[in-house]
Structures are given as structure tokens and as C-alpha cells.
């Protein structure tokens, strides 16, 4: 055996049979793995609660849904208070972020009071929804059209009401850690 086939077969976990349904379930810390090894773009979602205050959170679970309309989705933690903040206000948004905002990234990884303290940012032209001026090289500010509860994540979906593009290298992460697009 190669010293790949070696890795894969020394990290294989079985599925275990949930009692509930009898279908396979996956071990948290397996999954996780997993999914560190499909690299992604990260980006900051971001949204206004009630009071007009702004919350945020790094994602790279973001997918493109639709042309007509315009609507993408994210994943977002059910316990998130951005999460919460897109519920009372119906309209969040999606910054990309650029290579060189690692910092951006991590501020908004980590539980912080102040979020937006850290990095700088303006109500967008058309929606009002934060916009990460300085960290992110592209903008969609969306409007709030379903939502799904899955597990312990809620699946967003949104429709584009405003684009702002900007031209750069885009934040790559994966293989748990943060890296720029290759070739660059």
C-alpha cells in the first residue's frame, strides 16, 4: 500500500447506527476532517439586529442557488447571534474576502464583543447591510426569502438585492488553514 492508501485507511471511521432511525451517523471530529479537505472561499456574513446593531460571523459554507432570481444560501450555526440578528432584521449580507484578510477572518471566527471594532466597515449604498470596506473585494446584500432548519446549522436563503465587485485575490481556506488562490 502507498503511504497515501496508509493515511486513508488509518483515519477511516465507521459509521455508527443511530438508535432513532437506524441510518449511519458520523463522528463529529470525522466530519470535520472531511470537510477540512474541500478547500473554499471564505467570506463574512454579516446583518443589523433590531437595534441597529451590526453582528457577523467568518463563513465558507456559501453557495450559489439561482440567476432567476438572483439568490445564494448559507449555513449558518442555529445559536449564532448573526443568525438571530438576520431573523429581526430579514436582510444580511455576504462579504468576500480578499488574500491578505486573514485577520478579518479570524476576528470574525472567534467570539469577540466588538466585532466590527476590529476591522473597517459602512452601511452598503442600497441595502445598509454591513459592508467590510477594507477586507472584502466583493458584496452581495440580500434579502431574506426561506429558511431551513438542519441539525444544529439553519440554511439561509437570500435574494441579491445589490452587488458591489471589486477586482483581487480571494481568502482560501482549507486543510485548516487560511491560504491565497493558487498561482497568485
Do not use: K
Not at 24 to 49: L, N
Not at 90 to 119: I, K, M, P, Y
Amino acid at each position: 500500500m502507498t503511504r497515501q492508501s496508509d493515511e486513508l485507511a488509518a483515519t477511516a471511521i465507521a459509521a455508527e447506527s443511530d438508535p432513532r432511525d437506524g441510518m449511519p451517523s458520523m463522528h463529529r471530529d470525522a466530519q470535520r476532517r472531511f470537510m477540512s479537505m474541500f478547500p473554499s472561499g471564505v467570506s463574512v456574513v454579516t446583518a443589523f439586529d433590531g437595534h441597529g446593531v451590526p453582528h457577523g460571523l467568518t463563513c465558507t459554507a456559501l453557495v450559489s442557488v439561482s440567476l432567476e432570481p438572483s439568490t445564494l444560501l448559507v449555513s449558518l450555526n442555529r445559536a449564532s447571534g448573526t443568525l438571530a440578528a438576520l431573523h429581526e432584521g430579514r436582510r444580511f449580507a455576504v462579504n468576500l474576502l480578499r488574500s491578505r484578510s486573514r485577520r478579518a477572518a479570524e476576528v470574525f471566527a472567534t467570539r469577540v464583543s466588538d466585532r466590527f471594532h476590529a476591522v473597517r466597515w459602512s452601511p452598503s449604498s442600497s441595502t445598509g447591510q454591513p459592508h467590510l470596506t477594507h477586507d472584502a473585494f466583493a458584496f452581495a446584500g440580500c434579502t431574506v426569502r426561506e429558511t431551513f432548519a438542519v441539525g444544529d446549522h439553519e440554511l439561509v436563503v437570500g435574494e441579491i438585492q445589490e452587488i458591489e465587485l471589486g477586482n483581487d485575490v480571494p481568502l482560501m481556506y482549507g486543510m485548516r488553514q487560511f491560504s491565497s488562490w493558487p498561482g497568485t
